[in-house]
C-alpha cells in the first residue's frame, strides 16, 4: 500500500474512476497538457486520452455550465476550478440548473456531476485566492458539499462523489495538499458521504471541525491531553451539507461541551448553524455555552498575514480551556 499526499490521493481516485467507468470525464483549465495547477491531473491525459481529461478556456461559468449539460445527458464530468476565490461565476450555475434540475424536470433529469477546487489559505497564494466559500454552496438546496481532511478521505469520499447521483461541490483543503502522507489503498472503494468521522474519541468535550483546521484541532486536543490531563473527542464533519447531526448530538451528549473550529470568516459561517442545531436540539446536555473558533470577518489577508487570520493551535486550547471553566 502506498504513502501518498492528499493530491496523490485526489489523483488516485480521479484515475480510478476514469478507468472504472467510460462515463466520466476531466474538465477545467490547464489540468490536461499541464496536470492542472497544483497537479492534481498530471498524466491522466496521456494515459486517458484529451476526450477524457478536456483542457478548457479560462471561462468558469462555461465550465459548470458544460458539466451540467455532460451530467444531465448521462456523462459523470468532475470539473476543477483552479482556486476558490474563482469559484463565484460558477454559482449562477449551480444554484439555478445544477441544484434544481432533478426539481424542474420531477426527476426526468438529474446532475451526476463534482465540481472540484481548491481551498483555503496557507499556501501563500496571491491576489487573495485564499478563501474558504464552502457555506456559500451548503446554502444551495440540491447539492452536496464535501471537504476531505486527510489523504484516506480524499480518496474514499472523492470516488463516493464521483458515484452521487445528485451535484456535489468537492472543496480540497489547499494546505494539506503535500503537508503528509497517508497509506491510501487504491481499491476503488468510497468513503460514505452525509457522515461524520470520529477522529479521536474523548469524555470532556466535543471538538467539531473539517477540512484543513483538523491538522490544528487534532494538535490542540494532544496537546490538552498531554498537559492537562483533557479528553477531547475530535470529530471531522467530511460532508458540509447536509450534516451528520445524530454523531455530533451523541458526542455532546457525553461530553457536555463544544468547541467548534472553522477556517471560514465567523459571521453566518457553518459553525453558527452547528451551534444553533445542537442548541436547539441537545440544550440541556451542555454544561456550558458553545464556543467558535474562525476566521474573521475580513478578506483573507495577504500571506503575510494569513497565519494571524487562521485559528492557530492556541486559540482552540483557549476556547477548550474556556468552556471546560464554564
Same mark, same amino acid.
Given at each position: 500500500?502506498? +504513502? ?24 477545467? *483549465? ?15 491525459? *496521456? ?13 468558469? =461559468? ?80 440540491? &447539492? ?36 503528509? +502522507?497517508?497509506?491510501? #489503498? ?32 487534532? *494538535? ?7 498537559? #492537562? ?5 475530535? &470529530? ?7 450534516? !451528520?447531526?445524530?454523531?455530533?448530538? #451523541? =458526542? ?37 455555552? &458553545? ?5 474573521? !470577518? ?5 500571506? +503575510? ?22
Amino acid at each position: 500500500m502506498a +504513502k501518498v499526499t492528499l493530491v496523490e490521493a485526489v489523483n488516485l481516485a480521479l484515475a480510478r474512476a476514469l478507468a472504472d467507468d467510460p462515463q466520466v470525464v476531466l474538465l477545467g *483549465e490547464d489540468i490536461g497538457v499541464n496536470g492542472g495547477v497544483f497537479r492534481a491531473t498530471v498524466g491522466l491525459q *496521456e494515459r486517458f486520452g484529451s476526450n477524457r481529461v478536456l483542457d478548457t478556456p479560462l471561462a468558469e =461559468s462555461m465550465i459548470a455550465g458544460l458539466a451540467i449539460g455532460m451530467a444531465a445527458m448521462g456523462m459523470r464530468p468532475v470539473a476543477e476550478i483552479q482556486f476558490s476565490g474563482f469559484i463565484y461565476p460558477t454559482i449562477d450555475q449551480m444554484i439555478n440548473h445544477a441544484g434544481r434540475l432533478r426539481t424542474r424536470t420531477r426527476g426526468r433529469l438529474s446532475v451526476p456531476m463534482v465540481l472540484r477546487a481548491p481551498s483555503g489559505a496557507g499556501i501563500h497564494a496571491p491576489e487573495h485566492h485564499s478563501e474558504s466559500n464552502e457555506a456559500l454552496f451548503a446554502h444551495m438546496p440540491g &447539492i452536496r458539499v464535501v471537504m476531505p481532511s486527510s489523504p484516506t478521505r480524499a480518496y474514499g469520499l472523492l470516488l463516493a462523489a464521483i458515484q452521487d447521483p445528485d451535484p456535489v461541490v468537492f472543496f480540497e483543503p489547499t494546505r494539506l495538499y503535500r503537508l503528509n +502522507k497517508q497509506e491510501v #489503498e487504491d481499491n476503488g472503494q468510497p468513503l460514505p458521504l452525509d457522515t461524520c468521522f470520529v477522529l479521536r474519541e474523548g469524555h470532556d468535550l466535543t471538538f467539531v471541525s473539517w477540512g484543513a483546521m483538523l491538522h490544528e484541532t487534532l *494538535e490542540a486536543a494532544r496537546l490538552l491531553a498531554e498537559t #492537562e490531563q483533557v479528553s477531547a473527542e475530535v &470529530i471531522d464533519l467530511g460532508t458540509l451539507s447536509p450534516i !451528520d447531526y445524530e454523531t455530533i448530538l #451523541e =458526542s455532546v451528549g457525553r461530553t457536555g461541551r463544544l468547541v467548534i473550529v472553522h477556517e471560514a470568516p465567523r459571521t453566518a459561517g457553518l459553525g453558527a448553524e452547528i451551534a444553533a442545531e445542537i442548541a436547539e436540539r441537545a440544550l440541556y446536555d451542555l454544561e456550558a455555552p &458553545i464556543i467558535r473558533v474562525t476566521g474573521y !470577518d475580513v478578506v483573507t489577508p495577504f500571506f +503575510k498575514l494569513e497565519h494571524d487570520f487562521m485559528p492557530s493551535v492556541d486559540r482552540i486550547r483557549r476556547a477548550a480551556q474556556q468552556v471546560l471553566e464554564s
